[in-house]
């Protein structure tokens, strides 16, 4: 068996799935992998049933959004950990705003329900397939998901902040 560097472990995946691997990259020594969000599931579905690699935590899933990035302003975060190898992996798939939606992993990991859940409360982003896609941490009648960035952060009639109040 070959060392289990993020190098050999990237190549690993690029085999398995070729053009559908965006790219792979190792901020902070963590592997990164930006994928394709249709086989999202299937990379993951890859890394905890791969005899060598053996992935059995889902950390944490979570949203970001880049409003900047046309056609891929929501992104949904995996970061997946291999308790055998000491391996941390994380997985990106950007998704567009017009269809903001990506297949569950909650059939691979229990703990994926309340993160995926979580992740929709605060983005809106939909988990394909997810068996209680309600709302977790904000009240039902919400009809805004709080983490978007829709709105501006101050209000611009503010005059607290000008530079004559600071002695500028």
């Known amino acids: 068996m070959a060392e289990l560097t993020n190098a050999y472990i990237a190549e690993k995946i690029r085999n398995q799935f070729g053009d559908a691997i965006l790219s792979a990259s190792e901020p902070f020594d963590m592997l990164t992998l930006v994928v394709n969000p249709s086989i999202a599931h299937n990379v993951i579905n890859f890394l905890k049933n791969d005899s060598e690699i053996q992935v059995q935590f889902l ?91 829709e709105y501006p952060l101050e209000d611009g009639t503010r005059t607290d902040k000008e530079d004559k109040y600071f002695g500028r």
Not at 105 to 128: H, P
Request: net charge negative; with cysteine; proline share 5%.
């Open 59 to 149: 950390t944490d899933v979570c949203g970001a959004q880049f409003p900047e990035i046309e056609g891929q302003e929501f992104c949904v975060i995996y970061h997946l950990h291999s308790l055998t190898n000491n391996i941390r992996i994380r997985v990106k798939a950007f998704i567009p705003a017009s269809n903001p939606t990506i297949a569950t992993v909650s059939d691979l990991f229990a703990s994926a329900n309340w993160q995926e859940r979580e992740t929709y409360d605060f983005y809106g982003i939909l988990f394909e397939g997810h068996p209680n896609l309600t709302r977790i941490m904000n009240v039902d009648e919400m009809d805004y998901f709080p983490l978007r960035k």
